[in-house]
């Protein structure tokens, strides 16, 4: 693949497929929640390292990560951790429609963690699992 070098974008590939081409301010703030929402899941994201302002996402593994992401923002009811999440769930979500992956919209059992639990802030209850999947959508 050519180097895009002198670019102020970075580049987010699916083989010759461009999903993204943010600024390298909003790509590096990315690829830090990308980091850290692996070590919360426990799974790799798909996501390539950034090399020459390109990287190639992996649609088997990414799929797996955002359906794995999905069902953990599904069960967060910690009004805080589903705002920090929100914006990053909505953007892997753009992702995955541009790169044609389907995902799993539908609830599914992921394990807990450790048993250790924040205390909790509920946020308002969705009406319906359709009105959670549009929300995330509109987003």
């Not at 987010?12 to 999903?19: P, V």
């Not at 190639?56 to 069960?75: C, E, G, I, N, S």
Request: charged share 20%; glycine share 8%.
């Amino acid at each position: 693949m050519a180097s895009r070098r002198g670019c102020i974008e970075q580049y987010y590939d699916m083989g010759d497929q461009t999903l993204w081409n943010p600024s390298n301010g909003a790509s590096r703030l990315f690829m830090s929640q990308v980091s850290v929402y692996q070590a919360e899941l426990g799974l790799p994201s798909g996501i390539g390292p950034m090399q020459a302002d390109e990287c190639q996402v992996d649609p088997v593994a990414f799929k797996a990560f955002v359906d794995a992401l999905l069902a953990w923002h599904r069960r967060t009811s910690h009004v805080v951790m589903a705002a920090l999440s929100d914006g990053f769930v909505a953007m892997v979500l753009v992702l995955a429609e541009r790169a044609d992956i389907e995902v799993n919209w539908s609830p599914a059992g992921f394990a807990e963690g450790d048993g250790v639990k924040d205390v909790q802030v509920p946020r308002a209850p969705v009406s319906s699992e359709r009105a959670w999947a549009a929300t995330l959508q509109r987003k």
